[in-house]
């Protein structure tokens, strides 16, 4: 029988998504799966994100791998999956989705409420950084990089009072002890598609990794990240977006923040999945016309 290749970035938390990824398919196919550690410019750059070139550099060399046949499915963390079509390429799954809200782990059990005035809080997200700023403006804002690890090591060290990481990270990689606070979604809505996973495979070859995938999840993530993709021209200002189904109705909620956090704009959305052909896609356009109607395209003009 062959042996399906699963190919992955070599970090423990990219590992571990997969080897979930491999053993659910396992189990509800009967394949046998190997996993294929893919190195990418993210994991091997310490440079700020945004120098490095951002979006994408994550899942770039995971999707070269499995269009050059080096691998037959890649799994990515959805959050960072930029959100153009790539030619050739399909999201087979996406997994029922884990916790979305971030999280913080502080010194001392400490939340940012608590936090002393001053205390540095390190984060290397631009959206958490200007969340950080717009709420809790006493709090030094720290730039950061690295691993889970190393990220709560600077806090053990003392570097640093408080870090500011996902849940679902934090819980793949099975440190959710560390955890401090949950942030709120509603007052800390967090990135399109965070604590979700993408299954993506070379298109026409769909069927065996589709049955890992959850239509709630996909819908609802498919709607945060067409808000991205329709502010993208018009914004490249932080973003918070979160969805929710209940009892058949979608609801949208999505946030752009100045990335030094001196104002933001906010919009949300609710309409029945089965009212229109692409609930994600219709509830995002109006989330995504009423924020650039409010002027999020020129929020960046704000930085400091
Ligand atoms: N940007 C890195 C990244 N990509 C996915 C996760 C966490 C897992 C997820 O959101 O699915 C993280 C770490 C973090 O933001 O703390």
């Known amino acids: 029988m062959t042996v399906i290749r699963i190919g992955t970035r070599g970090s423990t938390l990219a590992m571990a998504q997969t080897t979930t990824v491999a053993r659910a398919l396992e189990n509800k196919t009967g394949v046998e799966t190997e996993i294929i550690p893919i190195s990418t410019q993210g994991d091997r750059s310490t440079e700020s994100l ?3 070139g951002g979006q994408g550099v994550f899942a770039n060399a995971l999707r070269d791998a499995l269009l050059a046949g080096e691998c037959d499915i890649v799994v990515h963390s ?3 999956l930029p959100t ?3 030619p050739g390429l399909t999201i087979a799954a996406v997994p029922k989705r884990a916790d979305e809200r971030d999280v913080v782990c502080a010194r001392d059990g400490l939340t940012l409420e608590t936090l002393p005035a001053g205390a540095r809080v ?3 997200s631009p959206r ?6 717009s709420l809790y403006p006493e709090l030094e804002v720290v730039d950061l990089r690295g691993n889970i690890d190393s ?3 600077k806090v053990t060290d003392g ?4 870090v500011i990481l996902a849940a679902a990270g934090l819980a793949r990689a099975g440190r959710s002890d560390a955890v401090t606070e949950h942030l ?3 007052g800390w809505p967090t990135a399109p598609g965070q604590g979700a996973l993408a299954v993506e495979v070379r298109t026409g070859e769909e069927k065996l990794a589709s049955v890992l995938d959850h239509k709630p999840s996909r819908t609802k993530t498919n709607a945060e990240r067409y808000v991205l993709a329709f502010l993208d021209a018009g914004c490249s200002a932080p973003l918070g977006a979160h969805a929710v189904i209940d009892d058949g109705l979608l609801f949208l909620d999505a946030r752009v923040y100045a990335l030094d956090g001196s104002r933001y704009l906010t919009s949300s959305h609710a309409l029945y999945v089965n009212d229109v052909e692409d609930p994600a896609r219709e509830a995002a356009q109006r989330v995504a016309d009423e924020l650039l109607a409010q002027g999020a395209g020129d929020l960046t003009g704000a930085r400091a």
């Not at 570097?159 to 408080?162: K, T």
């Open 128 to 133: 958490r950084q200007a969340q950080l700023r």
């Open 159 to 162: 570097h640093l009072d408080a």
């Open 151 to 153: 990220r709560l090591d």
């Open 84 to 86: 153009a079509e790539i």
């Open 50 to 52: 945004s120098l490095i």
């Open 78 to 80: 959805l959050k960072d």
């Open 122 to 124: 390190g984060t290397g």
């Open 184 to 186: 709120g979604i509603a």
